[in-house]
């Protein structure tokens, strides 16, 4: 027997941990992310086949984020899936911010998913934070740029790269392009070992295009633990300067 695409496995995956939060009473997760982050990679742990962003390397970005200066305030995320890393995102920008974020703190995160989206939408719903985490349906690029036109995300202080890793330089450079990029932005990206995003490394260890009027970053590779216990790179590239 043929086996199954794994498109197909991430779907049912959603399914039963549709079911997995919502069969738990609501008060585990009313008004807390972390919570709920948590539960996503409890269940992820016991079912395998979750391609979620896992404790060990959510440590590398929340250290990140918890350095930076001034703090974080608008994050955009390129790869929500069930939105265990937007919960995340949103529980860190709270603990920066305090329970009630200032109305200028954001975070968008961007899925062509559209099963996705609605579970991640439910799920943001639940742990309260919705009128700050906002899931957008479609290929990032096409959000930022909508997002960007609408007067909505003028600077970005943290670009997470977590979809397919043919897109990640692409949409580097899309920031650039609409130059959201402040001095001391962050862009963490994910699996960048493996699969892997050997143009995505070439181009941030080169520190960009290196062209006239061009973002210099400065770029670390983060060895965690992998799903599988082997090692696996986030790779944190800071905007040292825009020229
Ligand atoms: C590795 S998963 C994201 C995991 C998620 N960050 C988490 O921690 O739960 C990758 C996701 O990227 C999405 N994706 C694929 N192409 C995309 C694009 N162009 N823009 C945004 N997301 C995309 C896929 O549909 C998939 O759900």
């Not at 897109?167 to 580097?172: N, R």
């Amino acid at each position: 027997m043929a086996a199954k695409p794994l498109s197909e496995i991430f779907a049912e995956r959603a399914v039963e941990l549709r079911k997995y939060i919502f069969d738990q009473p609501a008060s585990t997760f009313t008004n807390n992310p972390w919570a709920l982050a948590n539960a996503i990679e409890d269940f992820a742990n016991q079912v395998g086949h979750m391609m979620i962003f896992r404790k060990s390397k959510l440590d590398v970005a929340r250290e990140q984020l918890l350095a930076q200066q001034p703090a974080p305030r608008t994050i955009v995320e390129f790869g929500t899936f069930v939105g265990k890393s937007a919960l995340a995102w949103g529980a860190i920008l709270r603990d920066i911010h305090g329970e009630t974020v200032p109305e200028d703190v954001n975070i968008y995160t961007f899925d062509p998913d559209a099963q996705m989206v609605e579970l991640t939408r439910e799920f943001v719903k639940l742990a309260g934070v919705e009128d700050f985490v906002h899931v957008l349906q479609g290929p990032g690029a096409d959000s930022l740029r909508k997002l960007n036109a609408e007067g909505k995300v003028t600077t970005v202080d943290m670009a997470f790269f977590d979809h397919w890793e043919k897109f990640y330089v692409s949409d580097l450079k899309l920031i650039e392009e609409l130059k959201l990029w402040r001095v001391g932005s962050l862009a963490i990206a994910d699996n960048t070992d493996f699969p892997g995003a050997p143009d995505y490394l070439e181009y941030v260890r080169a520190g960009g295009s290196g062209e006239p009027e061009s973002v210099r970053y400065q770029t670390k590779s983060f060895e965690t633990t992998g799903k599988r216990g082997g090692p696996s790179i986030v790779e944190v590239s800071t905007v040292m300067a825009l020229e």
